[in-house]
């Protein structure tokens, strides 16, 4: 009769697997909660699947967790800012902004107007209306203003900007097929690596607010609690597996 082997070193493996997987949602954790207060803000989240591992050792396999990010979709409070150059999208789609390194898109519509006059993000990468930066010449205004205090530039539902009944031209809003595969690259923006836009339709353009980030703290702070007490059980477990292990080797001497 074949006897029973053990391997201790299986134990051990799940443990630091689970260890890995705490430590992915520890880091998605903290950049939410860093995030809290980042307009239009979309939060991410971890799923969890099992994988059957092709090999270990010379033989057999086993199943093992990874971790599969996607992104919080969920429509984020509107802040009533009373700023003529904020601008919310409400529904489906992201603004597009010229950055020194291509097209990038956000959800956050805090914009404001720089030195040339062009209608840009708080980093100063200029917002894209009709394919280009736009550009606010004071003399389409009524004596030559482009403030908005008396509301002379103004933005339809469609995203449509006009100053004075002259149109502007209309936001360049898009949408892609999979919203998990957009890359953050900080700065509160996003890239679409290997995807191409779709126009988006189902949406409207609120002017004077902001969508505020959607990420909700509380439930944030219990995960980050959840994970911490995990982990110091994994740690145990970690321990109790390595005295296992010494006493298995001095009994095999």
Do not use: C
């Given at each position: 009769?074949?006897?029973?082997?053990?391997?201790?070193?299986?134990?051990?493996?799940?443990?630091?697997?689970?260890?890995?997987?705490?430590?992915?949602?520890?880091?998605?954790?903290?950049?939410?909660?860093?995030?809290?207060?980042?307009?239009?803000?979309?939060?991410?989240?971890?799923?969890?699947q099992e994988v059957l591992m092709k090999k270990i050792g010379p033989k057999?396999?086993?199943?093992?967790?990874?971790?599969?990010?996607?992104?919080?979709?969920?429509?984020?409070?509107?802040?009533?800012?009373?700023?003529?150059?904020?601008?919310?999208?409400?529904?489906?789609?992201?603004?597009?902004?010229?950055?020194?390194?291509?097209?990038?898109?956000?959800?956050?519509?805090?914009?404001?107007?720089?030195?040339?006059?062009?209608?840009?993000?708080?980093?100063?990468?200029?917002?894209?209306?009709?394919?280009?930066?736009?550009?606010?010449?004071?003399?389409?205004?009524?004596?030559?203003?482009?403030?908005?205090?008396?509301?002379?530039?103004?933005?339809?539902?469609?995203?449509?900007?006009?100053?004075?009944?002259?149109?502007?031209?209309?936001?360049?809003?898009?949408?892609?097929?999979?919203?998990?595969?957009?890359?953050?690259?900080?700065?509160?923006?996003?890239?679409?690596?290997?995807?191409?836009?779709?126009?988006?339709?189902?949406?409207?353009?609120?002017?004077?607010?902001?969508?505020?980030?959607?990420?909700?703290?509380?439930?944030?702070?219990?995960?980050?609690?959840?994970?911490?007490?995990?982990?110091q059980s994994v740690q145990k477990v970690i321990q109790g597996w390595d005295?296992?292990?010494?006493?298995?080797?001095?009994?095999?001497?």
């Open positions: 009769m074949r006897g029973i082997h053990i391997n201790p070193q299986l134990g051990l493996l799940e443990a630091l697997e689970a260890a890995q997987l705490l430590d992915r949602r520890l880091t998605v954790t903290t950049n939410n909660l860093a995030n809290v207060d980042t307009p239009g803000y979309k939060e991410d989240r971890l799923s969890f057999g396999k086993r199943a093992f967790k990874e971790t599969v990010p996607y992104l919080n979709k969920e429509q984020g409070i509107l802040e009533h800012t009373q700023n003529p150059l904020h601008f919310a999208i409400v529904g489906e789609g992201f603004f597009k902004v010229q950055t020194p390194n291509g097209i990038a898109y956000t959800r956050a519509g805090n914009f404001t107007i720089d030195t040339q006059r062009r209608l840009v993000t708080p980093e100063g990468y200029p917002v894209l209306v009709n394919g280009t930066p736009l550009v606010v010449d004071p003399g389409m205004a009524r004596g030559g203003l482009i403030t908005m205090e008396d509301y002379r530039l103004q933005v339809s539902p469609d995203g449509v900007l006009s100053i004075d009944g002259t149109e502007l031209g209309r936001f360049d809003v898009v949408t892609f097929q999979d919203l998990n595969k957009l890359k953050k690259i900080g700065e509160n923006l996003y890239i679409a690596e290997g995807m191409e836009e779709i126009p988006a339709t189902n949406y409207e353009i609120r002017q004077g607010f902001i969508e505020k980030s959607n990420v909700n703290p509380i439930r944030e702070m219990v995960s980050l609690i959840e994970i911490q007490r995990t982990f005295e296992a292990t010494e006493k298995l080797l001095g009994l095999n001497r």
